[in-house]
């Protein structure tokens, strides 16, 4: 799945989240977006989504502008090849993990006989394979992120949108999720844009970063 | 996840919201039921007078022998005749002490010189008992008065349009309760429910998937609130059908089972589901906009 960002603008009222912002991100690439709070790193995951509209410009996905999508379902389709980690977990608080993940699985039409193998799949892919049978308020944060990154891997997706997955993790935790998903894009291609503060993974890894500023922006 | 399951996970999560939807559905259902068996009986009752055509003359007092008995040939020349039975007083009174047996107070008083004699003439031809009507209502001096069934059917279709009526609206009344009662609660639920449709959404599901479980829920309502309603008041009229059916004797108010009460039944659940259907689909469309 191919995102370019065309020359977005995004303003909240009077202040500017980013001006002008443009670049891509090729099927298969780690990208990181960096920037301190506030410099629009949620909100450049939530326009990929469609879940907010920019100012201006235009989000293309595969080449088709978010913007101007004529058939209803089209953002549907989009968003089911898209697993996301939220920030703020956006787990379904009376659905167990399993049931989270089950509904993401329904969601996507997935084989219905294979639902059962994948869940138990994923939850041991992210060590949660004891406590997935509990409720989001019965995790910790380590743990809740390690449900979110379960679900969103369960659909096998083409990209993960991960907004800061290792702000709730310890730094061990937090270097295997990080070298989770690396190998998820090595061994799967699936693009993972990724967006954290913490300088120390990308200095460590050397993958794409767009860098956001208060009121500027960088690719590099 | 399949869809029912979760549309049986919202109605868990909030039981006594959806037994209120579920008994107000049922309540409808049981008065729409019980009208229509009603309903059903009374038609019974004027089938009966309908079918039944007869006529009472009521003699003066007083009259000779000769008098009646030129009554009675005069009505034997009418044509189309079934029957005609010749009350006397004492007859009479021997029939109002029959019916009123269980009740002394209202048999201590009357002796057979209150009572006036009668003629019941019942024909094969109902047009005749009008003609009977007609030109024995002139005659003052012997007739006394004339018991017509047109006027008991009149008035038993009266009493039967008001029933109709009052049931009628009853029924629009408590299936417009039912259909704002089961919209409110898909609305309320949705409500409640925003974050994972939020989510859901954000997941790719469409619009129709995150309407699908509150649209089955209200499905689910009608289903279950039509089928208890009716199976409650069905219950209720077959345990007291004899009590009933004595008391109209010898008319059968409540008729034997057949493939009336098993069609009756599928009516009222499909009328139950559109009913819930309709209410929770718009207030899906209502409630769900983003």
Not at chain 1, 11 to 16: A, E, T
Not at chain 1, 114 to 128: A, D, G, Y
Not at chain 2, 49 to 75: A, R, W
Request: net charge positive; glycine share 6%; proline share 4%.
């Amino acid at each position: 799945m191919e995102i370019v960002f065309d020359k977005i603008t995004k303003n909240y009222g009077p202040i500017s989240v980013f001006k002008d912002l443009s670049f891509k991100i090729e099927p298969g690439d780690f990208v990181f977006i960096t920037g301190p709070s506030g410099s629009g790193k949620s909100t450049l995951i939530k326009l990929i989504l469609n879940q907010i509209k920019p100012s201006s410009g235009d989000v293309l996905v595969d080449g088709k502008a978010l913007n101007h999508l004529k058939k209803r379902n089209e953002i549907d389709n989009i968003r089911r090849k898209i697993g996301v980690i939220f920030q703020d977990f956006q787990m379904i608080t009376d659905l167990t993990v399993e049931e989270n993940i089950a509904l993401n699985l329904d969601i996507v039409n997935y084989p219905q006989a294979k639902v059962l193998p994948r869940i138990n799949e994923v939850v041991k892919m992210v060590k949660l394979q004891h406590r997935h049978f509990l409720f989001p308020n019965q995790l910790s944060g380590g743990e809740l992120q390690r449900a979110c990154l379960a679900r969103a891997l369960s659909i096998e997706p083409e990209v993960i949108l991960a907004d800061e997955p290792t702000g709730n993790l310890d730094p061990a935790n937090a270097w295997n999720l990080i070298k989770l998903l690396q190998e998820i894009n090595q061994n799967l291609k699936t693009t993972i844009i990724m967006t954290t503060h913490n300088m120390d993974f990308v200095e460590s890894l050397d993958k794409k970063v767009i860098k956001l500023g208060k009121s500027e922006h960088e690719n590099s | 996840m399949k869809i029912l399951k979760l549309t049986l996970h919202h109605i868990r999560r909030s039981p006594f919201q959806s037994l209120i939807a579920f008994f107000t559905v049922a309540c409808s259902f049981f008065i729409l039921n019980s009208f229509i068996f009603t309903n059903r009986g009374l038609s019974t009752v004027l089938q009966y007078f309908e079918t039944k055509p007869e006529i009472t003359i009521f003699l003066k007092d007083g009259l000779d022998q000769d008098t009646v008995q030129s009554v009675q040939k005069e009505l034997s020349a009418y044509p189309g005749i079934k029957e005609i039975r010749f009350i006397s007083k004492e007859k009479a009174l021997e029939l109002y002490k029959e019916m009123n047996k269980d009740n002394p107070l209202l048999t201590e008083m009357v002796t057979a010189a209150i009572l006036p004699a009668s003629f019941e003439v019942s024909t094969f031809n109902p047009k005749i008992l009008e003609v009977i009507a007609q030109n024995y209502s002139g005659k003052t001096q012997i007739v006394d008065e004339i018991v017509y069934q047109k006027d008991i059917i009149k008035s038993l279709l009266d009493w039967t349009q008001i029933v109709r009526r009052a049931g009628i609206s009853l029924i629009i009344v408590s299936s417009l309760v039912a259909f704002t009662m089961i919209f409110a609660l898909i609305g309320m639920k949705i409500t409640n429910r925003k974050e994972e449709i939020k989510i859901s959404r954000l997941l790719g599901a469409s619009k129709f998937y995150v309407k699908k479980p509150f649209i089955l829920e209200g499905v689910i309502y009608g289903f279950l609130g039509s089928l208890i309603g009716f199976l409650l008041s069905f219950l209720i009229i077959y345990n007291l059908r004899q009590s009933i059916n004595s008391f109209f004797q010898p008319i059968v108010f409540v008729q034997n089972l057949s493939l009336y009460e098993l069609f009756l039944l599928l009516i009222e659940i499909s009328t139950g589901v559109l009913i819930g259907f309709s209410a929770s689909w718009l207030g899906a469309k209502r409630y769900i906009k983003w």
